[in-house]
């Protein structure tokens, strides 16, 4: 075995869940686990974990006190049909193609496709790694809502991507399917979020047994269209926006940032059963946030009532 992947096996097995019947440690795998899943390749919000500005963090992370998060990514992969997939492109790409590679598909090319929310920095900007500079990679599939497309195809440096033929931009639609393989699909729908480049899209991913939805950034519930606690009960799992525990959090206006609270978030679900409660794993985690600590007091009571929160390797059955 080489040091490469003893160091990832060494890594899940520090940061693997601890709480989730549908999750498995990171390991090897066995005949008995599923040929389809998603696996979680980083949890953390645009700014990633230590965050600039924050020295403390950076220690921290040094001294062993805390532990570094990659900015939130999730795989899909495919055992039966040996393909995988990521949904983000985000400033930690190489680290998390990586992770792909060394434990869960190793293959080429080394993605299949890639699965684009929205033009915020933590969300797209991993894309770079595909250009001259770095893996120079030939026709790398990259799935866009119509606003992104654009904003991909008439902006340097990302448009030299699409010239050069790095990327090839796939076109996605509100609500419109897209088939993986032959037992995965994943359907793009637009959500509320501060669209200065793009539009925002959630995904729902469907598998052969079971589904997930994914949105990590939305603003406050109430503005979209749909009722987040009917879509939670339509899957089997939500990673949801978990940015923010509370009100005043940062040291800056919420309003410029705005996104639903954890607080708010459970306030929705409070009259849920434990089961619901427990289809919601939150993700994108600000380091703000006090609930990234897994020692967190408040977090360990959500846990008791059901709650999840997403770790680097959980991986979810499809
Ligand atoms: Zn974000
Ligand atoms: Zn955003």
């Known amino acids: ?14 940061l693997s869940c601890k709480n989730s019947e549908d999750s498995m440690k990171g390991r090897s795998f066995g005949p008995n686990d599923p040929k389809q899943y998603i696996t979680i390749l980083g949890i953390a919000q645009d700014g990633g974990y230590p965050h600039i500005n924050n020295t403390d963090e950076f220690v921290g992370v040094a001294q062993g006190d805390i532990s570094k998060e990659l900015v939130v990514c999730l795989g899909i992969v495919d055992q039966k049909e040996r393909k995988k997939f990521l949904i983000e492109a ?9 992770m792909l590679d060394a434990i869960y598909l190793n293959k080429a090319p080394i993605i299949d496709g890639v699965f684009l ?36 195809e008439n902006n340097g ?3 030299q991507l699409v010239d050069l033929q790095n990327i090839v931009l796939r076109p996605l639609e509100h609500e419109v399917s897209v088939d993986l393989t032959e037992n995965i699909k994943i359907t793009p729908f637009l959500v509320p979020h501060r669209d200065e480049f793009s539009e925002t899209v959630g995904y729902r991913i469907d598998g052969k047994s079971k589904s997930g939805l994914f949105i990590p950034d939305i603003n406050k519930w109430t503005l979209w269209e ?12 939500a990673f949801i926006d978990a940015t923010f525990f509370k009100e005043g959090e940062i040291p800056r206006p919420m309003a410029e940032v705005p996104h639903p609270f954890i607080q708010e978030s459970i306030e929705l679900f409070k009259n849920e059963s434990k089961e619901v409660k427990s289809k919601i794993i939150f993700i994108h985690f600000n380091h703000s946030n006090p609930l990234m600590d897994p020692s967190n007091k408040e977090r360990i009571q959500l846990e008791k009532e059901g709650y999840r929160f997403a770790n680097t390797n ?3 059955e499809l």
């Open 314 to 316: 959980d991986m979810f």
């Open 117 to 152: 929310t929205h033009a915020h920095i933590g969300h797209y900007t991993g894309l770079m790694y595909f250009g001259r500079e770095a893996m120079g990679s030939k026709d790398i599939q990259v799935f866009t809502m119509p606003k992104m497309k654009l904003f991909l």
């Open 157 to 159: 440096p990302w448009s």
């Open 1 to 14: 075995m080489n040091s490469k992947l003893i160091f990832f096996i060494l890594s899940i097995s520090i």
């Open 90 to 98: 985000t400033p930690d790409l190489p680290e998390q193609l990586a």
């Open 226 to 237: 749909k009722k987040i606690v009917d879509e939670v009960k339509k899957v089997d799992y």
